[in-house]
């Protein structure tokens, strides 16, 4: 993904001595992705025995996962009662015990904090018993929350977190935060969780029901903050349910697409914007989107790439669509652009829920060509259910998390990890 994502310990130990203010690059590590992993999943990832998965973020030696689910094994079959949150040493999968947070509910997102700790942003409540609605800052030794974090939102619940080290930036379908108005969006001191009154961008109009940032993604020198969700304007600029906020000044740029104002979805679906995924040297974005249960025009059920610029009315670059099948989670690394839903092909155009010409099967998970926007030969497939919402790639590899317990023909329950070889 995204400066959201702190690849190894060098690269965390970095971020932690940047002065406040200064952006600091996460996504180094990516450069390192010389081609598309392995097809064959490692065997020692825990599994998650209910529920579903929704982020996995890898610090140093440790890999973190939140989702809303009760119950993980480690693979030798160990099972432990762990509720919405967890954590496993990467290489060895084994589960660390001391990292017991109790949280309430839904974890949708992850992001390194300063010293030795995650932030974490979801639906929940109470963490330990006390309240700490949507937010909270939780050391990795043991997972308890770390003194002196207090923001707390005030109604609603958090989407997605990112961070450039210093500052937190929130997304969600929250009115305020520490009883200061903020409508969907927030930065945040990463430390204090002290509410930014310098940062202001302002959504607004809500193409159907609440307003919200449903996704957002952090660019690699943290300079530019892509934001999707329900909003139709941002500063009272005509932006359809995506948008471009350049951090430094705290406004919109003058990046818009007008390629999200086609309706894809049926009347209850709020918006189909999904996840965003920056590539590792900024230059360029990637978006996927769900949809309804029809096969619509515009960019519904696809990956979609668009350049980092400053150019009004952009169109993109390239689009890749699934025919009929939604794509929830995107991760954009130097040879692929990975995508996870519960899709049934790609390259499918002119498909309406069936394979249509030139189109490939690629169950639930697949790669796509950065430059060309064609589904790569890579294909270990997953069994779809609801689908992947949890893409990670590290140095070494790339995360997967969904609601299913195959990955690649084998038991892999809701965690999964493809080795770069």
Known sequence: MKPTRSLVALTMSTMLL???????????????????VDEQPVQWTPHVLDGTVKDILRVGNTVVVGGEFTRVA????????????????????????DFAPDVSAMVTSIAPGPDRSVLVGGRFTTVDGKASRGLARLSLADGSPVPGFTA????GATNRLATDGARLYVGGNFTGVNKTERAGLARLNTRTGKVDR?????????????????ELALSPDGRRLAINGTFTKVDNKHRYQIAMIDTAGAFVTPWSTSAYEAPCDSERIHTYMRQMSFSPDGSYFAVVTGGGPESKPGLCK???????TDKPNSGPTWSNKTGGDSLYSVEVTESAVYVGGHQ?????????????????????????????????????GRSRGHGAEALHATSDGLYVGSDTDSLAGEYHARLGMFPLV
Request: proline share 7%.
């Open 302 to 308: 696809s990956t979609t790439r668009f350049e980092n």
């Open 344 to 380: 049934r092909w790609m390259d499918n155009e002119e498909g309406a829920m069936n394979p249509g010409p030139g189109s490939v099967a690629r169950e639930g998970i697949a790669a796509v060509d950065p430059r060309t926007g064609r589904a790569l030969p890579w294909n270990p």
């Open 18 to 36: 940047a002065p406040v203010g200064i952006a600091v690059t996460t996504q180094a590590a990516y450069a390192a992705h010389k081609g598309v």
């Open 198 to 214: 310098n940062f202001t961008p302002r959504i607004s109009e809500p193409r159907r029901g609440n307003l919200r940032v449903q």
């Open 152 to 155: 707390t939102l005030d109604d």
């Open 74 to 97: 480690e693979a030798d079959g160990d099972e432990h009662d762990l509720r919405n949150l967890f954590a496993f040493e990467h290489g060895t999968g084994r589960i660390i015990r």
